[in-house]
Every structure is written in structure tokens, then in C-alpha cells.
């Protein structure tokens, strides 16, 4: 409390917090540790400094009233408490995750008020097992998903019986195992578990879930190519989608006695190969995590979560302009593979700092029919050599690119259906200005879609909100926010880039450091 304390703020009162009512340990245990309470309060803004830090927060106080049934509502009082801040967390709740229903409608049937998946149990049939709502009062673990005798559960915080504690979220898989073991016991009665069998059933698992380093190459400056070899997630990828890699602190190396362990990396896959189940990933050693990518050895086991996001739409026999630059890249190779299979027309404007920066150039040839290479650190357009006879250099960069295309004897945009940036914010912010403002008659009316990478924790789809972007309106003003580890491929006229360019600067101190510290023991160091 003498460095300023903790304060616990709710919109409601402590007994309707799903703590109290859920853990109420996790409160004694609290303000055993001096953390303050402060109840009644909802968020109305943050404050910041002078060097963009939060340094303070507005509360508007909430009046509480209680109705003959014994019901709280809240209501505002147009009263507000600021209350000083150094650092902010925002608890997101603890509604369940239903997202995959939100993307593919029909899969699963929701309870009543749209909240929850909808709880079942399973019932013996003559043929075998059949799914039931679950009676008033009883628990169920088994969704409505039924194909051909296939089921799917679901536990934990996803689950309405045990959300909202770990202890709960432990105990629903042990309740729910026993239901799953119904299904088979059967099967285990009439004769053993075969060892050969199960050993063939664990090498079917890792063949599938089991994810390894291929190869780790040095492409150019600063620029890795990491291959993978994942089966599962090879076949299930798809153009637009990412993944989530770490290592495994046990196989991580060591310098001096420091670990080194990668925070969740997110990564676009340039080559996919479904039959060999090989990821191709581009990874720029810029922070601390991609800088680790460099230790990883061939053979060696690491941790890829997804895909996950949402995979682009790729239209057919249209014009589609592509506009990349830095890691953009990574994630439009596959995109343009994708969309010349569907027999589009690309035009890709090729961003990079310089002509030795440049990587996978046979790849963005092969599938682009026209490439603008523009490098923004060259003295003249022959730097880049063996150009091919539709191909251009412009000195600057892939917004500038545009620009002056469309003066040149080459422009003939009245074909182009869809845009496609990804890649840094002043480039994207740049093109959205662009179609604001000076070549609005010419690309205003085009479809644009930006690939906007926020910041991310957990990507695992609307869990942490860190991804959280701000869009704004075009035409009526009005904002919202959107989960980018959803769809990473948003409106580019929607997307507020000062928003953008806040949230990915919210960390820059912590990476800095850690930055440095990583070269500090790497210099001269053997590791281990």
C-alpha cells in the first residue's frame, strides 16, 4: 500500500461477484493481502500522460436497488470518482466461449437465452447411444453435436455448471471422464485394451498433434524460414489463418543459467504442404521470441496451436492488388498461391527496406503476374536485377507504389475487384489515406481488406480481449471493437491505425528490454 496499493473495482456489489459467490477464499485471502475492494463503480475513461501512460481512471458511480423479488438493478448516478492508476487490468468476464457456433453456424445448438452451448447427455439405444437434453437440475457434458455416433463434450469455463474457477474447471473433467467412459465400456468388457492397439493409437496421436522442427534457415538479414512438420494443422490451414508457437521449456536452451523461453508467438504460414503435413513460417528476429526462433534445433518438439483465425475469402477469374511490406509478406505468399489457383489477375506492390531485405522473391514471381518491387533504400530502380518484362522498381515505398502506378503508362485499375494489404501500420494507414482522400474516384469504390495483427496473448478466439481493435464507422462515426484473433482480415476503412498503432506500442518498453537483455547474454556466450 505504500507503493499505492491495489484496488479491486466491480461495476456491482462484492456478493454478486462471481468470486464471492464462486471462491469466496479468493476474497479473504485478498484483503489478507491488503488489497482494497471498491464496489459500485463502472469505468467511465482512462486518463493518460504526457507519454501515453495511464495515469489515471474516471468512475461514474452505479446506484443498486432491490425489487420485491430480491432482484439488483443498476442504474447511473451521473456522480464520478477518479481513482489514480499506474497499471490497468481488465478482468473480461467469464462468459463461455461459443465463438466456433458464431463461424459455423447450426453446429451446435445454444440454450435459451443464447448464453451457453446447450447441455445433453447420452441415452443407450438398441443400436447404441443416443443424445438427450438434460432434465431441469441434472448436469450434461455432451453438446448436441451427433454424426454418425460422434459426440463432443465440453468442460471447464465453457461449461455452465463449472464456470468461473480452476478448481471447478478441473473437477468438470473429472466428473465428465466417467460419462466418456460409458460410451466404451462395453468394448472394455468383452475383452482387454490391446497394448498394440493403444501403442498404435499413441503413434496415430503424435502423428497428428505432435508438431517438430524441419529445418531453421537463415533467408537474409534479420529473416528466418522455420519448417515445421504438423500434420493436423497442415491439412487443416487455410489462406488468412495464423499460429500460435512456443517451445517447450524443457528443451529450451540455456546462457549463463537463463532460460530461453518464447512467449506465444503468432505466425503466418507462407507454404503449406497437406500431404507431407510440412508449415513454412517466416519469422523476423525483431523481438525477444524471434530471435529465439534461431536456437531451435531439427527434430526438436515445440508447442503450434491452430490454425486459428479466420481463413480470407479468395474470390475467382477477378483482378486482385496486393500490397505487402516486412512481415506482411509472410502471410500474402499463400494468399497469392491461393488466388492464382482460382485463376485471379495479381498485381502485387512488394514492399522492402532494401534489396538485400528481399526474401521468396521465386515465390512472390510465380504467383504474382505483375510485381512493383518497392524498396525504399536503393539509388536507382537496377538494384534489382533480372526483372521480368511486366515487372517495376519504385524507389519508396508500397503506398507511394500506388500512388505513382496509377500516373504511370502501366495503370489500369478499373479492373481491380479487391485490395489486399498486409504488413506495417504507416503502410496500411497509408493506403486507407489514399482511398480517402486523393485517389478515392480511383480505389474508393474497391474492397479493401487489411490484415491488422494487434497485439495477442492467447489467441484462442474472444478469450483475453488483448487483441481488442477499434473500428470506426466511415459514414456514421460510430465505434466498436473487434477481436482480431478472430478475423485478422478486417475493413480497412474501418480500422482506427491511431488505435492500432497505441496497442502495439503498450509493450514496447517490456520488449526493449527484454531485447537487450537477450543480446547481452547471446554476446560471446556458448549456449547450452
Known sequence: RKWGGVSLVYRKRMQDSPAYRLNHEEIIEGFEEGIYFAENLSPSELIKDKNGAVEKIIFEKLNSVKNDEGVISYSASGEYVEMPAKSVMVAAGTSPNTVYEKEYPGTFELDKRKQYFQMYRTVRTDSGFDLEIVPYGEIGFFTS?????????????????????????????????????????????????????????NKKLEEYFISSVVEVKDLSNGVIELIIRSSLAAKKYQPGQFFRLQNYEVNAEKINGSL???????????????????????????????????????????????????????????TVLIAGDGNGHASLLSIIKALKEKNNHVIYFAGFQTVKDIYKRDLIEKYSDTVIWCIKEAESEDEVAELREHDRVFIGSPEDGLKNYTMSDLSDLTKIKKIITIGSKKMMFGIQS?????????????????????????????????????????????????????????????????????????NSALEKLSSMYLEHIMKGQTIN
Do not use: W
Not at 496451436?305 to 479468395?314: D, F, K, R
Not at 492467447?458 to 478475423?487: F, W
Open 145 to 201: 453435436y451427433n454424426k454418425a455416433g460422434r459426440f463432443i463434450t465440453y468442460y471447464g469455463d465453457n461449461h455452465p455448471v463449472y464456470v468461473g474457477s480452476v478448481v471447478k474447471a478441473m473437477a468438470s473433467a473429472k466428473n465428465g471422464s466417467r460419462k466418456i467412459m460409458e460410451l466404451f465400456q462395453d468394448e472394455l468388457n468383452k475383452k482387454p485394451l490391446s497394448e498394440v492397439k493403444f501403442t498404435e493409437f
Open 434 to 506: 489514399l482511398r480517402a482522400g486523393e485517389m478515392d474516384k480511383i480505389l474508393g469504390n474497391i474492397k479493401c481488406i487489411a490484415g491488422i495483427n494487434s497485439p495477442m496473448q492467447c489467441m484462442m478466439k474472444e478469450v483475453c480481449a488483448q487483441c481488442l481493435q477499434r473500428h470506426i464507422d466511415p459514414v456514421t462515426g460510430k465505434e466498436e471493437y473487434v477481436y482480431s484473433c478472430v478475423n485478422t482480415n478486417q475493413d480497412i476503412d474501418r480500422v482506427d491505425f491511431s488505435n492500432y498503432e497505441e496497442r502495439l506500442n503498450n
Open 260 to 318: 530461453l523461453a518464447m512467449d506465444g508467438l503468432a505466425l503466418a504460414c507462407t507454404e503449406s504442404d497437406k500431404e507431407k503435413g510440412l508449415l513454412s513460417f517466416i519469422v523476423l528476429e525483431n523481438g525477444t521470441s524471434g530471435k529465439i526462433v534461431s536456437t531451435l534445433k531439427p527434430g526438436e518438439k515445440v508447442v503450434l496451436m491452430g490454425p486459428t483465425g479466420s481463413a480470407i475469402e479468395i474470390p475467382q477469374n477477378e
